[in-house]
Nanobody, 115 residues
């Protein structure tokens, strides 16, 4: 069983920063991809950023240059540093773990950016 526990969401003004954390526990293999998705009201869930255990990263075009992703493999933790936040970044952010063909999700954390 895999568990993902997120933290770090909240309310911030436009231009501000937030850092999300996600700790994974359970049957986690060393080769995996961890990342973040988000879902705004009325919209589909979309990839924000992801990083493989080998260090390859992928970002949504809308966050490139503003968000960074980092992993601590020893702690099975992934971080999302969000800078220069915009109101359109408002969404529920979900941590994601992809391992051996399976996807696991965290419970989600709300990020609200006020204008």
């Amino acid at each position: 069983q895999v568990q993902l526990v997120e933290s770090g969401g909240g309310l911030v003004q436009a231009g501000g920063s937030l850092r999300l954390s996600c700790a994974a526990s359970g049957s986690i293999f060393s080769i995996n991809t961890m990342g973040w998705y988000r879902q705004a009201p009325g919209k589909q869930r979309e990839l924000v950023a992801a990083e493989t255990s080998g260090g390859n990263t992928d970002f949504a075009d809308s966050v490139k240059g503003r968000f960074t992703i980092a992993r601590d493999n020893a702690k099975n933790t992934v971080y999302l540093q969000m800078n220069s936040l915009k109101p359109e970044d408002t969404a529920v952010y979900y941590c994601n773990l992809y391992v051996i063909g399976k996807m696991f999700w965290g419970q989600g954390t709300q990020v609200t950016v006020s204008s």
